[in-house]
């Protein structure tokens, strides 16, 4: 099945700074990535996501770049702020093993002001 | 209010007692599915249905049934809980066709004795 790889585990970046997540996925097959931002004690939330027709997308401070023919996967966010620390999880999926998401371990994302 | 909910939010049990962890969701969505959180092992699929009467294993689905007669509702059961199923437990949901994003529960923490 789909084997998704996430790093760095935890990242420490001070407030104003950028931040970087990336992703490798196993299967060639796979066609949408949704990256999921979990702070602490609630539940994962869909920050963004990417379909495998398109090589990168913005929403204000956050991007994801998607590179298909290498398998991999970031997470950009720029200015970071506090209220930006939480862990974020990348997932990949296809239909054809159920459009289940198959998810990174997770990055531990803390912002020092 | 577009939601999925979870009950209950917190389990303590013992070994050997069957317990059932419901889930429902008001989004007519095909898909749910269950995850366990561990730490440092991401979010990890227990079972998944993409429709009524329709279920099928994830990757840890060793000690969980689930059942899928209503299209709203997905409970998880556990019938002779375990130690080692002491986790955090989210149900999900999402549209099948497209793809759209995937709505978490609150969460279930569940402490095995």
């Known amino acids: 099945g789909e084997n998704v790889e996430q790093h760095p585990s935890t990242l420490s970046v001070q407030e104003g700074d950028s931040a970087v997540i990336k992703c490798t996925y196993s299967?060639?097959?796979?066609?949408?990535f949704p990256w999921y931002k979990q702070e602490l004690g609630k539940r994962p939330q869909l920050i963004i996501d990417?379909?495998?027709?398109?090589g990168e997308k913005k929403d204000q401070r956050i991007a994801v770049t998607l590179n298909k023919t290498a398998k991999h996967f970031s997470l950009h966010i720029t200015e970071t702020q506090p209220e930006d620390s939480a862990v974020y999880f990348c997932?990949?999926?296809?239909?054809?093993?159920?459009?289940?998401?198959?998810f990174g371990k997770g990055t531990s994302l803390l912002v020092t002001p | 209010e577009a939601q999925v909910t979870q009950n209950p939010r917190y389990l303590i049990t013992v070994t050997g007692k069957k317990l059932t962890v419901t889930c429902s969701q008001n989004?007519?969505?095909?898909?749910m599915s269950w995850y366990r959180q561990d730490p440092g092992l991401g979010l990890r699929q227990i079972y998944y249905?993409?429709?009524?009467?329709?279920?099928d294993k994830g990757d840890v689905p060793e000690g969980y049934k689930v059942s899928r007669k209503e299209k709203r509702n997905f409970p998880l059961i556990l019938e002779s809980p375990s130690p080692n199923q002491t986790s955090l437990y989210f149900c999900?949901?999402?549209?099948?066709?497209?793809?759209?994003?995937?709505?978490f529960g609150p969460g279930t923490r569940l402490t095995v004795t």
């Open positions: 999900a949901s999402r549209r099948l066709q497209g793809w759209d994003e995937q709505y």
């Open positions: 299967d060639s097959a796979s066609n949408y």
């Open positions: 990417i379909r495998s027709n398109v």
């Open positions: 997932a990949a999926s296809n239909s054809n093993s159920g459009y289940a998401l198959n």
């Open positions: 989004m007519n969505h095909e898909y």
């Open positions: 249905s993409m429709n009524v009467e329709v279920t």
